[in-house]
């Protein structure tokens, strides 16, 4: 079809406008990453406080921010864990042991902290310590498995949190909360997606409440990564004690066999989306860190980019029916027999 020439220069226009269009994008693109790139000056007297240094995201977090010259404080769980760290760090990285969940040591670390810092203030705090187990059917739980992953996971972050922010407005730093993709889609029972949920919530508040105060706050959010969160061996073994205990009404309102089929299809599925490049997760600790304008949510792997951010915006029951194709449903044979 010839175009008749009264539209032609109505084409021109369609064609001049949408360079115009992608012009304004590329160029919006190119001040956004200038902008993404800046960094802020003199780390070599900035303070970092990261939690759960002993293995994982804070094991390697720790040790980079140390390379790069921050002063680093890693708390650690345990002794060993203390002492592999200090074994491949520089003699500016101080350990102190913190337990989230118990008040004393809790006041020790902060004390220690209060001390070290100074008048300078703690620039950066990063809760990264977190624990997954009890991990699985809701039903399988009572309320203790809950409490152990929310005392760690979220009341800890709160509680650390707390206590330090007068230290992190003094320096007019950072917060960096480590949350996870299974905050914002459930994909499993237990108290690690409420705890993750409930971290997002918190720090979505505390954004707004300390920004007047220039702290800036970011959520990371990782997909997979092998560490101890994801660690097959604790997973697999606390679900056996969680199905030994069950009573036998409840065992067979699952069906015979049940827990193999579910502990080879979380095997199969971990083994695909389980990325062992943990720098993915540290590098977004490090840019909320250090970057002059930290992003406020960071979401680490390509399964958090292209499956499960993308998931959780999807209406409820399409991401029902993708997340019940992952873990196998009860088969129970008496289930519709018995309905009225
Ligand atoms: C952490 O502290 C709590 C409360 O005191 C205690 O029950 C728990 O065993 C401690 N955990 C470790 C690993 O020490």
Redesign the pocket.
Known sequence: MVPDMENIPYFVIQIVVSNLFLTAVAVAAAVWYMRDCLKVPGIGQRWVLVTGCDSGFGHTLAQQLDRRGFHVIATC??EEGSSELKDVTSSRLKTVLL?V??GD?MNNAVAFVRKEVGEQGLWGLVNNAGRSTPIGPSDWMQLEDFKKVLDVNLIGVIDVTLRLLPLVKKAQGRVVNVASIMGRVALTGGGYCPSKSGVEAFSDSLRRNMKPFGVKVSIIEPGFFKTEVTSLDLIESDLQRLWNRLPAEAKDSYGEGYLEKYLEAQRFFMKILCSADISKVTGCMEHALTARHPRTRYSPGWDAKLLWIPLSYLPSFLADYAISALLPVAEAPERHASSP
Do not use: P, Q, Y
């Open positions: 769980l345990t337990n969940t118990d040591s």
